[in-house]
């Protein structure tokens, strides 16, 4: 068996906001009625944590979380190492129930940011209307040509989640926005 190892294994840039990239993170994809009781029960289970309101996590994020994707979809966030042994517990207890969970966490790459502000970053790169995002407020857009995922942790601690086959592209657009004298001082 190989050893997993992260798309940029570390990759770090400093201007005027700070980028990393995450290292390896457990993340699993459930699609299946939210609003069903079962479903519930079970991601309660299996991470322990309530599901989220839409738009919103639950949990400390990265380490553990739940994070609504859509009306039909949230993304577990756990060790890496425990991504497997959560599909199984998901699906165990699901298995009554029309649903998908799926074992993403080698398909993604997470990237935080750090910074004074971090719509600072994210406002260069995305159409999404970063004045009303609220922390804890999970978002999917765009990030330039590519689909992403982020949400703020507080004003200066941004996670950005990405396909792993583009994250060299995504870390180099993170990079370049937040480059020292670039700081637009929008918000």
């Keep these: 068996m190989s050893n ?23 993340m699993v994809t459930l699609k299946t009625d939210l609003g069903a009781a079962a479903t519930k029960k079970a991601v309660k289970s299996a991470i322990g944590l309530d599901m989220p309101e839409a738009r919103r996590m639950t949990g400390e994020g990265l380490g553990k ?20 042994h959560v599909v199984a517990e998901l699906s165990k207890a699901l298995a ?14 997470v990237f935080t ?4 502000d971090v719509r600072e970053v994210l406002g260069k790169l995305t159409p ?3 004045g009303s995002l609220q922390p804890g407020e999970m978002r999917r ?24 086959s583009v994250a060299q592209y995504v870390f180099d ?3 370049t926005a937040s480059k020292e004298g670039g700081e637009p001082g929008y918000y």
């Design 113 to 116: 940011i750090e910074a004074p």
């Design 173 to 175: 657009l993170l990079k």
């Design 65 to 84: 979380g739940v994070a609504w994707m859509a009306p039909d979809e949230v993304l577990i966030l756990c060790d890496h190492a425990e991504a497997y």
């Design 4 to 26: 997993a190892v992260s798309a940029l294994q570390g990759a770090e840039a400093h201007g005027f906001a700070i980028v990393k990239e995450a290292g390896l993170v457990g």
């Design 141 to 164: 857009s765009r990030l330039a040509q590519v689909a992403g995922a982020f949400w703020l942790k507080d004003n200066g601690h941004a996670t950005v989640i990405c396909f792993r």
């Design 128 to 130: 999404a209307d970063l």
């Design 96 to 109: 009554k129930s029309h649903h998908l969970a799926v074992n993403v966490s080698d398909a993604r790459a």
